[in-house]
């Protein structure tokens, strides 16, 4: 049964909606461990749109499972890290105008750079973790850095638009599992596993780790709003 590392960055966009203090991503990320949660995750993006620096810093001195830091290969990020030192860093690609992380990291095409910052962070004492597309170039590069994880990017097989498309990214997948292992890699993944598509992943032999975030953020506002509503109403 692979772990369950939960990403709270939008618990942070949503203190960012009005700039203030509220909903606290530090009191969340406790939420998560007591629920059961195997590492909390967070991306300090270079734009600082939702996770900030003294969100990362505090994070650090609390998280009891495992701060798992996603971030861009950028010098500046890159320096925090080293500072900071969470136990384990998901470099991924970064563009401002997305919304989310759009596809894996291109580590064939930008060798040097990557290795170079897999090298910088592991002698930090950080794990280092590759989000990936689920292709044979992309992971034998991987291994070629250095690095001891990578993350397979469920994000194709997530927004699959039917089943037998679902089926083949599926595929796609596990044979990347396959060979990862074979190398000797960790392999982890995430990117738009939800409610519905999280169990055939997580069937998967050979993950170590699935990371989600949005499906986790949505459904816990849906099952908290009767009770806070609840609560004003009494309090009123
Ligand atoms: N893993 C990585 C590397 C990511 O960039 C993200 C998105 O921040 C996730 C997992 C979680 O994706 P989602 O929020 O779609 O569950």
Redesign the pocket.
Known sequence: MPKLGV?I??VATLREARKGFDPEPVLAALACEVAGADSI?V?LREDRRHIKDRDLCILKETVKTKLNL?MSIAQEIVGIACEVKPQQS?L?PEKRQEL??EGGLDVAGNFKQVKATVEKLKNSGITVNL?IDPQKEQIDASKKTGAQMI?LHTGRYAGAKNKLQEDKYLQEIKAAVRHARQIGLIVNA????NYNNTKRVAAIDGIEEL??????ICRAVMVGLERAVREMRALI
């Open positions: 990403n960055d939008h995750v991306h996603e998901t991924v989310t992380t989000f993350e995430g990117h738009g596993l990371n989600i975030g949005y499906s986790i």
